[in-house]
């Protein structure tokens, strides 16, 4: 039932993107009767595509086109994102959180902040709320809409027998977009672990296998895989009129377009605005307040591993089996803003772990520990980043793609408030594992960005961000921002659910502007 | 294969029996034969020393030296690509036998660490660490027996199978 769209149509939406932004909103614009052409740079892959090997799956899955990474980034790897139909999605590991009600307004509830760059969403938890709870029902989300909770597996058991030494009260196994029982065509988890490789039954949502195929099965949606878009154009008035493509084999085309969203994860997102400069927008469409590629978030992350008095096999069962939540509120008394989540979080295999457990160490000591992997437990510290205007992505000013685009500069440093909260952190994390009597405890630093956010931020004034509290740009009212890049805070949990509950939002918004002609 | 060994001989201080061909490459064989490498770029006491480099980062008594033979191989491989591998890993076990006046191998175990450790930072050295965590620890037949169990998809995952099978946790 897949459709395919001319060129010269200039009838239909163009959505850039097909992960948790772009797919989702392709679906509900193909749903509510809007014909859309989805451009997504990589390649489409099937369910028997997915094996169970991390280092095999890392190199079909990732974004491994070149970007340099400054400041706090690893220079050859500054994100761990995907490069295939259904995005991130196909990687992620299913942590669906809502954000609290205080991290919409972070300016009014944490004050000025030296070196942040604080601003209030110009969205509330409460006009969220409805989205929230489709994208929830949308996804299966445990723990929500009667959905029961997955079973937890050893490395959630180890965490919440320490957190219940410790003293925590908010533990349990998580609001996870993993099926516990059949729901909406796909079976319950089996326990595989390798979420984060790709769900080989897909237990897991990801657009790859619901978003997409039922934007399809409307006869209104055609996705181009392998199809990298390197510019939008835009006429006299102001107005985007479509995007160049390359196709795989690197020949450009023009798809026209009545309106343009970008869903290309936030380093690309920025890239392409900064990249579609004119004589019109000489610093990049919609950044006429100098916002664009600005303010990039990644949440303070951190990773704890324990070696246990006994047997874990951590890998076994769903990666993020589990979260304590005590820490997530705001309480300036622990010596920062925000608060942070504790998720479990295996390794990523033998090589993994050997990798990553103490960066550059070697020798008999380590070997030892190394030895003791069916011991280890592990959790994964993540929470929120205060945005910072020098935090960002530029364009190099010399070095280009294989399609003559400028490769992308990511540069981040952590803010002293990030360095506070990631200290907390491990030493609440340590504290669990040492309550049981861990026998050596290691405090991982981040890996490579999967959550990223905030270059194109939300601001209720256009002096202040790049669009508004629909994702609709500033400066051009048929320009659409649908990926983290709109959010205006990071927030402390994982990004994806709130990504999902916009672009649902954003696509009632543009269906309904659309059908009135105002576009 | 039909050339004439250059070199052959026990290796001193490593166990392991080395022929060297003319044209480059060479053979290295468990002193019982249990096990061959060969390679085909790097000479033999380049091959030689990798492998107990590779030992020397992530010793584990309880894996033969055959696991280790791996990381030389996929290094013989790079090296044969890419002349500029050779040359680094050929200087780079210069740079560790000229550290002491001995050959590196033959240095005592101490020893060995701190000349490994003067090297360090470089490029070389990066090199085969990484090649080392690659090979020895993604090799199905070794990671089992540290008890990382790989593919599961084909098993029905873990779901009955031991996700949640652990036993010492304190009731409180």
Request: glycine content about 12%; aromatic content about 12%.
């Given at each position: 039932m897949s459709k395919t769209f001319e060129l010269k149509d200039d009838s239909v939406v163009v959505v850039i993107g097909s992960g948790a932004g772009g797919g989702t909103l392709s679906n509900e614009l193909t749903q509510r009767g809007v014909n859309v052409v989805c451009l997504e740079a990589g390649p489409r892959l099937t369910l028997s595509d997915i094996v169970n090997d991390n280092g095999t799956m890392f190199g079909r899955l990732s974004w491994l086109d070149k970007r340099i990474g400054t400041g706090d980034l690893n220079p050859g790897l500054p994100l761990w994102v995907c490069k295939t139909v259904g995005g991130t999605t196909v990687h992620w590991a299913g942590a669906s959180l809502r954000f609290q009600d205080h991290e919409f307004r972070v300016r009014t509830a944490y004050g000025e902040i030296l070196g942040a760059n604080l601003l209030d969403w110009p969205i509330t938890l409460q006009e969220l709320e409805p989205y929230y709870a489709r994208a929830e029902d949308k996804m299966g989300v445990t723990g929500t809409h009667g959905i029961s909770r997955l079973p937890g597996n050893n490395n959630f058991k180890v965490m919440a027998a320490g957190a219940k030494r410790v003293g925590y009260?908010?533990?349990?196994?998580?609001?996870?977009?993993?099926?516990?029982?059949?729901?909406d065509g796909r079976p319950a988890c089996h326990q595989i672990g390798f979420c984060m490789s790709g769900c080989a039954i897909g237990a897991k949502w990801s657009t790859?296998?619901?978003e997409i195929p039922k934007a399809e099965s409307t006869g209104r949606f055609e996705i181009r895989p392998e199809s990298m878009v390197v510019k939008i154009n835009h006429d006299d008035r102001g107005r985007v009129t479509g995007v160049v493509y390359a196709d795989k084999t690197g020949a450009l085309h023009e798809q026209k377009a009545r309106a343009v969203c970008v869903a290309g994860n936030s380093v690309e997102t920025p890239r392409l605005l900064l990249n579609s400069e004119s004589s019109k927008f000489p610093n990049g469409l919609a950044n006429s307040s100098g916002q664009v590629g600005r303010n990039y978030l990644r949440h303070m992350t951190g990773t704890v591993y324990a070696i246990m008095p006994g047997r874990v096999?951590?890998?076994?069962?769903?990666?993020?089996a589990g979260i304590i939540k005590d820490e997530s509120r705001h309480d300036p008394s622990r010596g920062f803003a925000g608060g942070y989540e504790m998720e479990t979080l295996p390794g990523f295999g033998l090589a993994g772990v050997a990798t990553n457990t103490i960066p550059g160490a070697w020798g008999a000591e380590y070997a030892k520990v190394i030895e003791m992997y069916d011991h280890f437990a592990g959790m994964w510290l993540v929470g929120e980043d205060l945005p910072q205007a020098s935090n960002g992505v530029i364009l190099h000013a010399t070095e280009k793609d294989q399609h003559g685009m400028p490769i992308p500069v990511v540069h981040f440093k952590d803010h002293p408030n990030d360095i506070a909260m990631r200290n907390h952190a491990y030493k609440a994390g340590t504290a669990v594992y040492q309550a049981l009597g861990a026998s050596q405890v290691f405090e991982l630093p981040p890996f490579p960005n999967t959550h990223n956010m905030g270059t194109c931020r939300q601001s209720e004034k256009a002096r202040d961000g790049v669009?508004?509290?629909?994702?609709?740009a500033h400066d051009i009212p048929n320009l659409f921002i649908s990926d983290g890049s709109q959010f205006t805070s990071g927030g402390a949990e994982n990004p994806t659910l709130t990504i999902v509950a916009l672009a649902i939002r954003q696509a009632e918004y543009l269906a309904d502007q659309l059908s009135k002609k105002e576009m | 294969m039909k050339a004439k060994p250059s070199r052959r001989g026990f290796l001193r201080g490593t166990g392991l029996v080395a022929m060297g061909f003319a044209t480059g490459g060479t053979i290295i064989c468990a002193a019982d034969y249990a096990w061959a490498l060969s390679t085909t770029a790097i000479d033999a006491h380049t091959a030689e020393t990798l492998l107990v480099v590779a030992r020397q980062l992530f010793p584990h008594d309880r894996l033969g030296d055959q696991y280790y033979a791996s990381v030389v191989d996929a290094l013989d491989k790079q090296a044969a690509s890419d002349p500029a591998v050779r040359k680094l890993l050929t200087d780079g076990v210069g740079r560790l036998d000229s550290a002491r006046g001995i050959v590196w191998v033959q240095l005592s175990n101490r020893a060995r660490d701190a000349a490994l450790k003067s090297v360090e930072n470089s490029e070389f050295f990066t090199t085969v660490r990484t090649a080392t965590i690659n090979n020895l620890y993604a090799n199905p037949l070794v990671y089992r027996f540290f008890g990382?169990?790989?593919?599961s998809v084909e098993h029905g995952g873990y779901i009955h199978r031991g996700f949640d099978d652990i036993g010492w946790l304190p009731s409180s």
């Open positions: 009260k908010e533990v349990h196994t998580g609001n996870m977009a993993i099926n516990s029982e059949d729901r790859l296998y619901t096999n951590f890998d076994r069962g769903t990666q993020m669009c508004n509290k629909y994702g609709q | 990382f169990e790989g593919s």
